[in-house]
């Protein structure tokens, strides 16, 4: 991840009380951030929770209906998008097939007034293209490509002009789940190096949880938590952040004793549950309807004779289904207190202890404090 201990004052992109709507729809609803220099900024969000108009008011595509975007420093609100410092990756790429792959890097460089010298034009082009493993193909044609090498030209041809930021909408969609992987290692090392702010659009968590220093998660226009990756999955706010965030057990009852950050969950089965409520989520008192939550890899699963600790919470059940997934199995285990229950467990507790199959009786145990307790809002 970027070092932002010498930037960290400077802003790249900040949002004032942004609003966006489309006649009666409000895309974009009061939002307020800063974007620091040098992040590696992801927006993360269900299909029409406002990501995709965020990222097309920093382009310029869309202006605000109220507030103000400002790009380091300077309102650009009425400004068209080919005079930001900014360029833009989009999902499909938007390659010209009529060009070979040094002509699509440089089409920017020839569109400036005064337009450099060919020299310059090519000098800078085999720069890019060596920034992005691709020295040698620039008389190739984009449709001689495969698609992780496409999207490396998509990359150049955004980067060549130096912007202030790129934004990414969605540019690994395209592609299988092997090639997404490297090339979400090779946007990090490529974004460390050249050292400028990437905003990332993206309604996978895995991608942004894998690839950004900052996440904003949105829903329905508005920010619902922003944070760093790790802060949003140990600390979610509610359990919307929670859901979308990683995998995740939840109980649902009522609150029958809020104490500070230590709560007391009464279940719809009866069960009384103690867990912490996140350090900055809005208080929980008594007689409120709320959530435990219970990451699946936080929970232990054994043979059910097997004793736990004291402190432990236990429950016993049945496996319905185990999924191997190489690094871990992930069980589905159906149990009388809370219905069906997901664990993930590593490969190596499984070496060494047992697998379990279909049908199995087991019993499950967690830490009180791998509990959280969570509003729905």
């Given at each position: 991840?970027?070092?932002?201990?010498?930037?960290s004052?400077?802003?790249?992109?900040e949002?004032r009380?942004?609003?966006?709507?489309?006649?009666?729809?409000?895309?974009?609803d009061?939002?307020?951030?800063?974007?620091?220099?040098?992040?590696?900024f992801?927006?993360?969000?269900?299909?029409?929770?406002?990501?995709?108009?965020?990222?097309?008011l920093?382009?310029?595509?869309d202006q605000?209906?109220?507030?103000?975007?400002?790009?380091?420093?300077?309102?650009v609100?009425?400004?068209?998008?080919?005079?930001?410092?900014?360029?833009?990756?989009?999902?499909?790429?938007?390659?010209?097939?009529?060009?070979?792959?040094?002509?699509?890097?440089?089409?920017?460089?020839?569109?400036?007034s005064?337009?450099?010298?060919?020299?310059d034009?090519?000098?800078?082009?085999?720069?890019?293209?060596?920034?992005?493993?691709?020295?040698g193909?620039?008389?190739?044609?984009?449709?001689?490509?495969?698609?992780g090498?496409?999207?490396?030209?998509?990359?150049a041809r955004?980067?060549?002009?130096?912007p202030?930021?790129?934004?990414?909408?969605?540019?690994l969609?395209?592609?299988?789940?092997k090639?997404?992987?490297?090339?979400?290692?090779?946007?990090?090392?490529?974004?460390?190096?050249?050292?400028?702010?990437?905003?990332?659009?993206?309604?996978?968590?895995?991608?942004a949880?894998?690839?950004?220093?900052?996440?904003?998660?949105?829903r329905e226009g508005?920010?619902v938590?922003?944070?760093?990756?790790?802060?949003?999955?140990?600390?979610?706010?509610?359990?919307?952040?929670?859901?979308?965030?990683?995998k995740?057990n939840?109980?649902?009852?009522?609150i029958?004793?809020?104490?500070?950050?230590a709560?007391?969950?009464?279940?719809?089965?009866g069960?009384?549950?103690?867990?912490?409520q996140?350090k900055?989520?809005a208080p929980l008192?008594?007689?409120?309807?709320?959530?435990?939550a219970?990451?699946?890899?936080?929970?232990?699963?054994?043979?059910?004779?097997?004793?736990?600790?004291?402190?432990?919470?236990?429950?016993?059940?049945?496996?319905m289904?185990?999924?191997?997934?190489?690094?871990?199995?992930?069980?589905?285990?159906?149990?009388?207190?809370?219905?069906?229950?997901?664990?993930?467990s590593?490969?190596?507790?499984?070496?060494?202890?047992r697998s379990?199959?279909?049908?199995?009786?087991?019993?499950?145990?967690w830490?009180?404090?791998?509990?959280?307790?969570?509003?729905?809002?």
């Open positions: 991840m970027p070092d932002h201990s010498s930037n004052n400077e802003v790249d992109i949002f009380n942004a609003t966006k709507r489309f006649e009666n729809v409000v895309a974009v009061d939002v307020s951030l800063s974007v620091e220099r040098g992040a590696f992801s927006f993360l969000g269900p299909s029409g929770c406002g990501k995709t108009t965020s990222l097309r920093i382009a310029g595509f605000p209906s109220e507030g103000d975007v400002f790009i380091s420093g300077a309102s609100v009425g400004i068209p998008p080919h005079k930001r410092p900014v360029n833009m990756v989009f999902q499909q790429y938007a390659l010209f097939p009529h060009m070979d792959v040094a002509e699509n890097i440089g089409y920017g460089l020839r569109q400036r005064p337009k450099p010298d060919r020299q034009i090519t000098r800078r082009v085999d720069e890019t293209l060596e920034m992005v493993r691709l020295s193909y620039g008389k190739r044609r984009v449709w001689e490509l495969s698609g090498q496409q999207q490396r030209v998509a990359l955004a980067l060549i002009n130096h202030t930021c790129l934004l990414l909408d969605e540019p969609a395209a592609l299988d789940r090639l997404r992987r490297e090339m979400q290692i090779e946007l990090q090392t490529l974004q460390r190096d050249v050292g400028i702010t990437f905003i990332l659009v993206t309604h996978d968590q895995e991608e949880l894998s690839m950004s220093d900052r996440i904003c998660i949105m508005r920010i938590q922003s944070g760093s990756p790790r802060e949003l999955y140990d600390e979610p706010l509610n359990r919307y952040v929670a859901d979308f965030v990683g995740t939840f109980f649902d009852g009522e029958i004793e809020a104490r500070d950050s709560i007391t969950l009464k279940s719809e089965s069960q009384v549950l103690v867990g912490v996140p900055k989520a008192v008594n007689g409120s309807r709320a959530c435990v219970v990451r699946p890899e936080m929970i232990s699963i054994n043979a059910a004779d097997k004793n736990v600790g004291d402190d432990s919470i236990a429950l016993h059940g049945e496996v289904n185990r999924i191997f997934l190489g690094e871990h199995s992930e069980y589905l285990v159906a149990t009388v207190e809370y219905g069906e229950v997901m664990v993930l590593p490969k190596s507790v499984e070496n060494s202890n379990f199959a279909p049908g199995d009786r087991v019993s499950l145990s830490r009180p404090e791998s509990v959280l307790v969570l509003g729905d809002t």
